[in-house]
């Protein structure tokens, strides 16, 4: 865990957003936390991801999503790098 988020302020975002119990109230805490740029780049970040996992080509990523091969790039090194969110994320959703 990368020590410079680990914060009492993250700490905090991270409880209220662990509070949200549905959808709806998502779209109204994020709606009133994020730009909508921002929450539409985080989106896209996922469904990046997503596609990644599915073996796509950054091609077809960034045709499907207009992602630039950076973002394509920089979420790949995540996926390959990182903490594993996205691996345990994508498991939780997909055994829905």
């Given at each position: ?48 991801a ?19 091969t ?27």
């Amino acid at each position: 865990m990368n020590k410079k988020i680990k914060t009492e302020a993250v700490d905090r975002l991270f409880d209220a957003i662990l509070s949200l119990e549905n959808k709806e109230e998502c779209y109204s805490f994020f709606e009133d936390l994020c730009t909508v740029n921002e929450l539409l780049s985080l989106s896209q970040r996922f469904e990046v991801a997503a596609m990644l996992k599915n073996r796509n080509t950054y091609l077809e990523i960034a045709e499907k999503t207009g992602a630039s091969t950076a973002t394509i790039s920089r979420v790949n090194r995540s996926l390959n790098y990182g903490n594993d969110g996205y691996d345990l994320v994508f498991a939780r959703i997909n055994n829905q």
